[in-house]
């Protein structure tokens, strides 16, 4: 099968929908405050397992969101997933920028792998 260097490889349904379950699972720890910005999904494999990279950016406006968004940054990593057919093998923050405008707002960057249990 030729792959076009240019253009990536088409998302799988199953990569999809698991990238929409993780999105889903974010955003209920950040109790449902955080705009999605961005969703970027890239295969893994090792020698004994597969899955893929999930990079996922959210967005926290004003002050409180601002004081959600520290605890979904201390929490993330130690965070049970609870996922069906998925391991999340590992969650951490990227990124972090803060913003003073006329409120605060805050982006973060996360990333997690997601290891498929077959």
């Known amino acids: 099968m030729y792959i076009d260097p240019i253009r990536p490889a088409p998302v799988s349904v199953a990569a ?30 090792s020698a004994t397992f597969s899955g893929a990279r999930h990079t996922i950016t959210l967005r926290f406006h004003g002050s409180a969101d601002c004081e959600t968004a520290d605890g979904f940054i201390e929490t993330l990593p130690e965070h049970e ?38």
Do not use: H, I, S
């Open 81 to 118: 997933f609870t996922l069906a057919g998925l391991l999340v093998a590992d969650a951490q923050v990227r990124a972090v920028t803060y913003e003073n405008r006329p409120e605060p707002v805050m982006t973060v960057e996360a990333e997690l792998l997601l290891l498929n249990e077959d």
């Open 16 to 45: 999809e929908r698991a990238g929409k379950r993780v999105v889903a699972a974010l955003q209920e720890m950040a109790g449902g405050c955080a705009e999605l910005l961005a969703m970027e999904e890239r295969p893994w494999a």
